[in-house]
């Protein structure tokens, strides 16, 4: 399973996948679920993602295939725009399935893939979509400002309850990584490293990525400090009296 989230806020943008993969559970691997594409001052597009992990690697190879296509030939090094990224990659997850879909449905196997697709092109504001397993896509909005793959059901109610694209970076980082610890606490199939990345407003350049391994100080005491503030808010609340 994967849990993977990004946040479109006014400051910028931030983007943090687990990278634990698993079939079974004696065989356990690691495996980076997100891509950068960056080329500094013009544009940085990163892509998320969750499902079936060779149809994923799948889809990362053949955008990376498309930057020495022939002259002409729409690439996400030349897109114009992130709802042209995002149909590059809803297109590649097409190619994907035709390709491989059959064989993997002839052996019951589940061919289905989601991604996140967002970041910043030179001209255009930061935008951010969610590419369906099917290849079409919604975009982020000021009203519901972040996506979420995979296990999204633990960490789901803190983001709910704390971001708005008026928060700050840190404070959502913060966020994101708390929704991180509620995964994991609740689902072994999510864990750690997790890739964080924080892109500036504007900036057309990473601003931070960081993979947060086990044993991360701020983790460590993050996981710890919450953990132990929700006991205590618990034990703090009254009882109900219709049940005495």
């Not at 013009?42 to 990376?64: C, E, P």
């Not at 989601?114 to 909005?141: C, D, K, P, S, W």
Request: hydrophobic share 40%; with cysteine; aromatic share 8%.
């Amino acid at each position: 399973m994967t849990y993977c989230v990004a946040l479109r806020l006014d400051a910028g943008m931030i983007f943090a996948s687990d990278s634990r993969t698993n079939a079974g559970v004696d065989h356990v691997s690691t495996f980076t679920k997100m891509r950068v594409f960056e080329r500094k001052d013009d544009r940085v597009i990163v892509v998320l993602s969750s499902g079936n992990l060779a149809m994923t690697q799948g889809v990362v190879n053949l955008l990376d295939r498309h930057q020495h296509a022939a002259e002409g030939t729409r690439t996400i090094w030349n897109v114009e725009s992130m709802y042209d990224a995002a149909t590059l990659v809803g297109d590649a997850l097409r190619e994907m399935q035709r390709k491989d879909g059959p064989y993997l449905l002839q052996s019951n196997i589940d061919a289905s893939a989601n991604l996140i697709v967002g970041g910043q092109v030179r001209g255009e504001a930061m935008r951010l979509f969610h590419v369906y397993a099917q290849g079409n896509f919604i975009e982020a909005t000021d009203e519901t400002p972040y996506f979420q793959l995979g296990e999204s059901k633990y960490g789901k109610p803190i983001l709910d309850r704390v971001v708005s694209t008026a928060t700050p970076q840190k404070e959502a980082a913060k966020c994101v990584l708390i929704s991180f610890d509620s995964t994991m606490k609740s689902n072994i199939s999510v864990g750690l490293p997790i890739d964080l990345l924080w892109l500036p407003r504007d900036s057309l350049r990473v601003g931070l990525q960081q993979r947060i391994r086990e044993g991360d100080p701020y983790f460590t005491m993050l996981r710890s400090r919450w953990g132990g503030g929700l006991r205590r808010v618990f034990q703090e609340l009254p009882d109900p009296d219709w049940l005495e």
